[in-house]
């Protein structure tokens, strides 16, 4: 029976439509499917900050840069932390012999803090072990620090040309439609790098893993794809079925307990507030931050003030904000009081702690949460005095730190 004869039988026929669907050898079309591919790519390529125009060898430090940074993150979110990093480090021994904190501050909004203490140890691993060059196989780039194998075989693939599957999330999402593939992700990711690899060209590898992404981006897109000006709209198994949208499959992600907590601003007469680091493991580790209690689930309370700093000759008067300050972490949601008080000029910081005047804060690797917590605390006026940079700014990255 042919495939539109069991679609007009009706819905009972629909698993042995799938079957039928699924059961059609795509090896001999993969050559088309890829050059198809790679003509809408010539023809509609993104123009990014980082990538090489038509012509041009790419620059693997860019190229790796940029993939780091593009980990879970927006691509207009990304782009001008990428325009300031590349701009204040041109090269990766720049960037290798920048001192961290440097790098945190810089870094400070983008979220995910773990990969600007991985992209300054890659950097360093970069000019220790391979003389500031880019080693130019997957496996080499595996194992330097914060390459997974996704972003190795990115690197690998648009840097150098291997020939390699390269898919991020809008490779996967593209794919999993492409192929239909029942199975939930992740466990789907490693038959989708298998159905990617069925595609590859003989060469342009880079380019068919940035056509993946850029089809992803624009065309393919989470909700309402736009498949009639997709180039594989004849031959997408989800586009046939008319379900591409129920594509990837997904496995309901756990939601995190709620952790709850108190953090404290203390300012000094003077206009200045005191900070401390976090340590550099967990949790963004090695940011600033106002000190805080632990965020646990079983946060209590009345028991708060006892973890708030003490100033050597300073008593200060702890007076409770309004409301709390929430934000959601990969793995959890977060609820901090906000306490704050004030101390005289001349108090000095607890050992482990600084003061920083409030214009300085701009300076500073505040993570987003610390961010709202000082919007929540310091008064406009004292906003509009220096801090509205580092502050207001955070209320626009509120969705994308982690």
Same mark, same amino acid.
């Given at each position: 029976?042919?495939?539109?004869?069991?679609?007009?039988?009706?819905?009972?026929?629909?698993?042995?439509?799938?079957?039928?669907?699924?059961?059609?050898?795509? =090896?001999?079309?993969?050559?088309?499917?890829?050059?198809?591919?790679?003509?809408?790519?010539?023809?509609?390529?993104?123009?990014?900050?980082?990538?090489?125009?038509?012509?041009?060898?790419?620059?693997?430090?860019?190229?790796?840069?940029?993939?780091?940074?593009?980990?879970?993150?927006?691509?207009?979110?990304?782009?001008?932390?990428?325009?300031?990093?590349?701009?204040?480090?041109?090269?990766?021994?720049?960037?290798?012999?920048?001192?961290?904190?440097?790098?945190?501050?810089?870094?400070?909004?983008?979220?995910?803090?773990?990969?600007?203490?991985?992209?300054?140890?890659?950097?360093?691993?970069?000019?220790?072990?391979?003389?500031?060059?880019?080693?130019?196989?997957?496996?080499?780039?595996?194992?330097?620090?914060?390459?997974?194998?996704?972003?190795?075989?990115?690197?690998?693939?648009?840097?150098?040309?291997?020939?390699?599957?390269?898919?991020?999330? =809008?490779?996967?999402?593209?794919?999993?439609?492409?192929?239909?593939?029942?199975? =939930?992700?992740?466990?789907?990711?490693?038959?989708?790098?298998?159905?990617?690899?069925?595609?590859?060209?003989?060469?342009?590898?880079?380019?068919?893993?940035?056509?993946?992404?850029?089809?992803?981006?624009?065309?393919?897109?989470?909700?309402?794809?736009?498949?009639?000006?997709?180039?594989?709209?004849?031959?997408?198994?989800?586009?046939?079925?008319?379900?591409?949208?129920?594509?990837?499959?997904?496995?309901?992600?756990?939601?995190?307990?709620?952790?709850?907590?108190?953090?404290?601003?203390?300012?000094?007469?003077?206009?200045?507030?005191?900070?401390?680091?976090?340590?550099?493991?967990?949790?963004?580790?090695?940011?600033?931050?106002?000190?805080?209690?632990?965020?646990?689930?079983?946060?209590?309370?009345? =028991?708060?003030?006892?973890?708030?700093?003490?100033?050597?000759?300073?008593?200060?008067?702890?007076?409770?904000?309004?409301? *709390?300050?929430?934000? *959601?972490?990969?793995?959890?949601?977060?609820?901090?009081?906000?306490?704050?008080?004030?101390?005289?000029?001349?108090?000095?910081?607890?050992?482990?702690?600084?003061?920083?005047?409030?214009?300085?804060?701009?300076?500073?690797?505040?993570?987003?949460?610390?961010?709202?917590?000082?919007?929540?605390?310091?008064?406009?006026?004292?906003?509009?005095?220096?801090?509205?940079? *580092?502050?207001?700014?955070?209320?626009?990255?509120?969705?994308?730190?982690?």
């Amino acid at each position: 029976m042919t495939v539109p004869a069991r679609i007009a039988q009706g819905k009972k026929a629909r698993p042995r439509k799938i079957e039928r669907i699924e059961a059609i050898p795509r =090896n001999r079309n993969s050559s088309t499917d890829a050059e198809a591919l790679l003509l809408w790519y010539d023809r509609h390529r993104r123009v990014l900050p980082w990538r090489a125009l038509p012509g041009e060898k790419p620059d693997a430090y860019r190229v790796w840069l940029s993939e780091i940074m593009l980990q879970q993150t927006t691509v207009k979110a990304v782009a001008p932390y990428f325009a300031r990093f590349s701009a204040r480090w041109s090269n990766v021994g720049a960037l290798a012999q920048a001192p961290l904190d440097d790098v945190l501050k810089l870094w400070a909004g983008l979220g995910y803090y773990a990969r600007a203490r991985n992209l300054h140890a890659c950097a360093k691993a970069v000019v220790e072990r391979h003389g500031g060059n880019f080693p130019e196989s997957e496996a080499e780039l595996g194992a330097l620090p914060g390459i997974g194998p996704y972003s190795a075989a990115a690197i690998a693939a648009i840097a150098f040309g291997a020939r390699t599957a390269a898919i991020d999330g =809008n490779g996967e999402r593209l794919l999993a439609r492409f192929f239909a593939v029942e199975a =939930n992700l992740p466990a789907a990711k490693p038959q989708i790098r298998r159905l990617a690899e069925s595609l590859l060209p003989a060469a342009r590898a880079g380019d068919f893993a940035q056509a993946l992404m850029d089809l992803g981006a624009t065309i393919c897109t989470p909700k309402k794809p736009a498949c009639a000006l997709c180039p594989w709209e004849q031959t997408c198994l989800a586009r046939r079925r008319g379900d591409p949208e129920t594509f990837p499959r997904k496995a309901r992600k756990p939601r995190g307990q709620l952790r709850r907590g108190a953090a404290f601003v203390l300012k000094r007469a003077g206009n200045a507030i005191l900070l401390r680091r976090r340590a550099m493991d967990g949790l963004l580790g090695g940011m600033v931050e106002v000190p805080t209690t632990e965020w646990t689930p079983d946060f209590e309370e009345a =028991n708060a003030l006892a973890h708030a700093p003490h100033p050597r000759c300073a008593e200060p008067k702890w007076r409770r904000l309004p409301g *709390v300050v929430a934000h *959601v972490f990969t793995h959890f949601p977060l609820e901090l009081l906000v306490y704050t008080a004030t101390v005289g000029a001349d108090a000095p910081a607890p050992e482990g702690m600084r003061w920083v005047t409030i214009p300085e804060l701009a300076g500073e690797a505040l993570p987003t949460v610390m961010r709202k917590v000082l919007a929540h605390a310091l008064p406009s006026a004292a906003i509009a005095n220096g801090a509205a940079g *580092v502050l207001m700014d955070a209320r626009g990255r509120q969705r994308r730190a982690k």
